[in-house]
């Protein structure tokens, strides 16, 4: 059995002519247009539903079309593709015409996207402050009542109930005034709020690093693929004058 294989292998180096040159220049084509379907079904993916009112959506949507660019390049690159070669069906001029403005289009499309894209992300800024801002006042809020709330207390007991009331630690009431009580318990509460302030502060520098992060690849992202997309309209233009050139 071995033997009947190694005899049907070829003895001699085989050359690649210029058929199978041909075919496989078809195969990357056919990838192209099936790398173009999928495109396709990404991006309806990507926006459907769409949430035009909400900026964290469409800034979100905006990367993931970013992302999804190189599949776009990389199938009307493939389609485009002809070796010398190569012979150009008729029937094929004007879908490769239709691709080249296509890649115009979604070119300006990307482009466009830019000012949605800073516009969300300064909208999200301003979101992130001002919810850090309500944060702050409903927790001064609630520091002023319990203030009050404080000052109107004076019960050993009850001090000791409000301090358990505000998961603060055992004051140990039975030794101390009712006056002592309330100073160490407001202490706490200050100690508490100034933790309280620094975590939130910390969160809103983390969350405004990861804005920003975001923000600058995506807005960078939209550039670059506009551009790029605009370039490969360009460097087509053969097959919108090669008619032109043969008539």
């Not at 809020?141 to 007991?157: G, M």
């Not at 670059?224 to 004058?241: D, E, Q, Y």
Request: one cysteine or more; charged letters at 15%; glycine letters at 6%.
């Amino acid at each position: 059995m071995t033997k009947q294989k190694q005899e049907r292998l070829p003895k001699k180096p085989i050359e690649i002519t210029d058929s199978i040159e041909n075919m496989s220049f078809s195969l990357l084509r056919l990838l192209g247009y099936i790398l173009l379907i999928f495109s396709l079904i990404d991006y309806l993916a990507i926006l459907i539903p769409p949430r035009l009112t909400d900026p964290g959506w469409e800034l979100q949507a905006i990367g993931q079309m970013v992302d999804h660019v190189w599949s776009i390049l990389l199938g009307l690159t493939f389609i485009f593709l002809h070796n010398k070669g190569s012979i150009l069906q008729p029937k094929q001029l004007p879908i490769l015409k239709l691709l080249s403005w296509v890649s115009l289009t979604i070119g300006i499309f990307y482009l466009l996207m830019l000012p949605l894209g800073i516009n969300n992300s300064l909208t999200l800024y301003r979101n992130i402050n001002n919810q850090f801002i309500t944060q702050q006042g409903q927790q001064q809020e609630q520091l002023q009542k319990i203030t009050e709330k404080l000052k109107t207390t004076n019960s050993p007991q009850e001090l000791n109930n409000l301090a358990r009331i505000l998961n603060l630690p055992n004051q140990g009431g039975a030794s101390k005034s009712p006056q002592e009580l309330k100073n160490q318990i407001s202490q706490q509460i200050q100690t508490v709020a100034q933790n309280s302030i620094a975590t939130a502060n910390a969160a809103k520098r983390e969350q405004i690093k990861n804005l920003i992060k975001s923000a600058v690849r995506i807005n960078l992202g939209t550039i670059i693929s506009g551009i790029c997309l605009i370039m490969f309209w360009n460097m087509t233009r053969w097959t919108r004058i090669i008619d032109k050139n043969i008539g």
